[in-house]
């Protein structure tokens, strides 16, 4: 009996089976004179810790970045990159930024202007100029 | 066409009692003599120094050219009427010998300058900065030259100005003046570091001399400082230094430091003998502000306002110094490092420097191929 493989009968997609987060790696990066940085600092004393606990599939890595405002970079699945600047902003705003990364998908952002979007292809299919009824002149 | 200014000739001063026969008060202010630089060029040919003529002496290549030296005709008829009414000028005539003289007069010796050190300043606005540097302009400094930060020369010096801030209360004159002298004499100070102070809560009655000799001394020099009373006698002075210098010599005088340590700081003493000036307090606002002056001058420590207000007893004052008080801040990196719940966790990473695209290079594997194709165009 020859050996056959499985037949699909659905695509993968991220969450039905499995759920993998698409954001892998924050950087946090951090100035330790300037005045821009204090909420990043006070984040990283403070609440890092919680943040790396609660997301350990995460890599998170912390470095100076010497007379530069404080930034969060997030490296995603897809291989893109995003960057938020927190400069002058509170520690609980900072966490906001994070997960804000953390939660999305490293594609651009689009603009939804339908009210349904899917990737499904459409019921009715394709139109065609050779099928269907004809319509005389 | 000549113009109407040239029947004036504001420039021939025999006109000036005239004028009032040609302008009328409205073209008076017109008429008024100008400046030099434009008088320049007016070409007023009767003017020997005039455009015109100097033009005529260029032309023809001499100095007296042929021709009518004022084309247009020379003095007007007023001019000419005027100028046979004023004496002839005798300012040119007298300034000529002038002239020789100071030629005749210079020194043979003259040399001229070919730098400008040693000549006089000249042309300045009198101001502070444009004069040489005075005596009264020279810099000392009120604290010594070297900031010290070991333990030892900062209890030292804590030592000293508690010791000296004893003997101003014990001798009743104001605290503040024992900052008159910066370095005492060595003799001085052997005799000071030879005191001890009995921490009983009172500036006045805590310091304990070696001896009466001592007590002596030091009550005699310190009275010299600050406000002079009448003098007694210089000899005791003196006799007072050469009995210190016989206590050097008798070696009555306990731990004395090698004698070429004469430039090192504190006679190169290392350490106080005993800490009982540490727990002195510094309660009161005018002996604070004496002790943490001297203390100040002796160690070359600044005592910010917020740190004056926060010292209340002399050990604190020498922990400034030393700087336990105000440590400088430590770095996140070294701070994150030693964090135990972050070093718990797997998924964490933290550095302390920055971090470039060579170390992404490193982390990727790009390092070695990057390496080795310059190693290949002989760039590394």
Redesign the interface.
């Given at each position: 009996m020859p050996i056959q493989g499985i037949r699909t009968v659905a695509s993968a997609r991220n969450g039905v089976g499995a759920f993998i987060l698409q954001c892998k790696q924050l950087?946090f990066h951090?100035c330790?004179w300037a005045g821009s940085s204090r909420g990043m600092?006070a984040y990283?004393?403070h609440h890092?810790?919680a943040f790396?606990?609660a997301?350990?599939?995460?890599?998170?890595?912390?470095?100076?970045?010497?007379n530069k405002h404080p930034v969060i970079r997030g490296v995603f699945v897809n291989g893109r990159e995003k960057v938020i600047c927190v400069r002058n902003l509170e520690p609980e705003q900072i966490g906001k930024k994070a997960n804000l990364l953390r939660e999305a998908s490293g594609e651009k952002l689009k603009r939804t202007t339908k009210p349904v979007t899917s990737i499904n292809e459409s019921v009715r299919g394709i139109w065609s100029p050779y099928h269907g009824g004809l319509n005389g002149v | 066409m000549r113009p109407s200014l040239r029947l004036l000739n504001l420039e021939v001063p025999s006109l000036q009692g005239s004028r009032a026969l040609y302008v009328c008060s409205g073209c008076r202010q017109e008429a008024r003599p100008r400046p030099i630089a434009a008088r320049q060029f007016l070409r007023h040919a009767s003017n020997a120094d005039s455009l015109s003529e100097r033009v005529r002496r260029k032309i023809w290549g001499t100095d007296n050219p042929p021709g009518e030296k004022d084309p247009y005709g020379g003095q007007g008829v007023l001019e000419r009427k005027f100028s046979k009414q004023q004496p002839p000028k005798q300012e040119e005539v007298a300034e000529q010998p002038e002239e020789v003289e100071d030629l005749t007069l210079t020194d043979a010796s003259y040399e001229p300058a070919t730098t400008w050190a040693g000549l006089e300043r000249v042309g300045h606005l009198n101001r502070w900065n444009d004069y040489p540097r005075s005596e009264a302009d020279t810099y000392e400094s009120f604290a010594v030259k070297t900031k010290h930060n070991q333990k030892g020369p900062l209890s030292l010096a804590a030592h000293q100005a508690a010791v000296e801030i004893c003997l101003m209360h014990a001798l009743n004159k104001p605290l503040v003046s024992v900052c008159d002298v910066t370095e005492h004499e060595k003799p001085i100070f052997d005799m000071i570091y030879e005191c001890k102070i009995q921490p009983n809560g009172e500036w006045s009655k805590a310091l304990e001399y070696p001896n009466k000799r001592t007590q002596d001394t030091l009550a005699y020099i310190f009275e010299q400082i600050g406000a002079q009373p009448a003098a007694p006698a210089a000899e005791e002075t003196a006799e007072d230094l050469v009995e210190a210098s016989e206590l050097e010599e008798n070696g009555e005088i306990a731990d004395e430091p090698a004698s070429d340590s004469q430039d090192a700081p504190f006679f190169g003493y290392q350490d106080v003998q005993d800490e009982g000036f540490l727990s002195l307090p510094l309660t009161d606002a005018v002996t604070k502000f004496a002790y943490l002056k001297r203390f100040s001058q002796l160690s070359g420590h600044y005592f910010p306002d917020p740190i004056m207000q926060q010292i209340s007893t002399v050990k604190q004052a020498v922990a400034y110094a030393q700087g336990e008080l105000n440590k400088k801040p430590k770095k996140l990196a070294e701070y994150l490092a030693e964090d135990q719940r972050l070093l718990s966790l797997p998924n964490v990473k933290i550095f302390d420097k920055r971090r470039t695209t060579l170390h992404r290079d490193d982390e990727m594997g790009r390092k070695k191929i990057i390496e080795a194709a310059l190693r290949a165009r002989g760039l590394l």
């Amino acid at each position: 009996m020859p050996i056959q493989g499985i037949r699909t009968v659905a695509s993968a997609r991220n969450g039905v089976g499995a759920f993998i987060l698409q954001c892998k790696q924050l950087d946090f990066h951090y100035c330790d004179w300037a005045g821009s940085s204090r909420g990043m600092v006070a984040y990283l004393r403070h609440h890092l810790h919680a943040f790396a606990k609660a997301n350990p599939q995460i890599e998170i890595r912390v470095s100076p970045r010497p007379n530069k405002h404080p930034v969060i970079r997030g490296v995603f699945v897809n291989g893109r990159e995003k960057v938020i600047c927190v400069r002058n902003l509170e520690p609980e705003q900072i966490g906001k930024k994070a997960n804000l990364l953390r939660e999305a998908s490293g594609e651009k952002l689009k603009r939804t202007t339908k009210p349904v979007t899917s990737i499904n292809e459409s019921v009715r299919g394709i139109w065609s100029p050779y099928h269907g009824g004809l319509n005389g002149v | 066409m000549r113009p109407s200014l040239r029947l004036l000739n504001l420039e021939v001063p025999s006109l000036q009692g005239s004028r009032a026969l040609y302008v009328c008060s409205g073209c008076r202010q017109e008429a008024r003599p100008r400046p030099i630089a434009a008088r320049q060029f007016l070409r007023h040919a009767s003017n020997a120094d005039s455009l015109s003529e100097r033009v005529r002496r260029k032309i023809w290549g001499t100095d007296n050219p042929p021709g009518e030296k004022d084309p247009y005709g020379g003095q007007g008829v007023l001019e000419r009427k005027f100028s046979k009414q004023q004496p002839p000028k005798q300012e040119e005539v007298a300034e000529q010998p002038e002239e020789v003289e100071d030629l005749t007069l210079t020194d043979a010796s003259y040399e001229p300058a070919t730098t400008w050190a040693g000549l006089e300043r000249v042309g300045h606005l009198n101001r502070w900065n444009d004069y040489p540097r005075s005596e009264a302009d020279t810099y000392e400094s009120f604290a010594v030259k070297t900031k010290h930060n070991q333990k030892g020369p900062l209890s030292l010096a804590a030592h000293q100005a508690a010791v000296e801030i004893c003997l101003m209360h014990a001798l009743n004159k104001p605290l503040v003046s024992v900052c008159d002298v910066t370095e005492h004499e060595k003799p001085i100070f052997d005799m000071i570091y030879e005191c001890k102070i009995q921490p009983n809560g009172e500036w006045s009655k805590a310091l304990e001399y070696p001896n009466k000799r001592t007590q002596d001394t030091l009550a005699y020099i310190f009275e010299q400082i600050g406000a002079q009373p009448a003098a007694p006698a210089a000899e005791e002075t003196a006799e007072d230094l050469v009995e210190a210098s016989e206590l050097e010599e008798n070696g009555e005088i306990a731990d004395e430091p090698a004698s070429d340590s004469q430039d090192a700081p504190f006679f190169g003493y290392q350490d106080v003998q005993d800490e009982g000036f540490l727990s002195l307090p510094l309660t009161d606002a005018v002996t604070k502000f004496a002790y943490l002056k001297r203390f100040s001058q002796l160690s070359g420590h600044y005592f910010p306002d917020p740190i004056m207000q926060q010292i209340s007893t002399v050990k604190q004052a020498v922990a400034y110094a030393q700087g336990e008080l105000n440590k400088k801040p430590k770095k996140l990196a070294e701070y994150l490092a030693e964090d135990q719940r972050l070093l718990s966790l797997p998924n964490v990473k933290i550095f302390d420097k920055r971090r470039t695209t060579l170390h992404r290079d490193d982390e990727m594997g790009r390092k070695k191929i990057i390496e080795a194709a310059l190693r290949a165009r002989g760039l590394l």
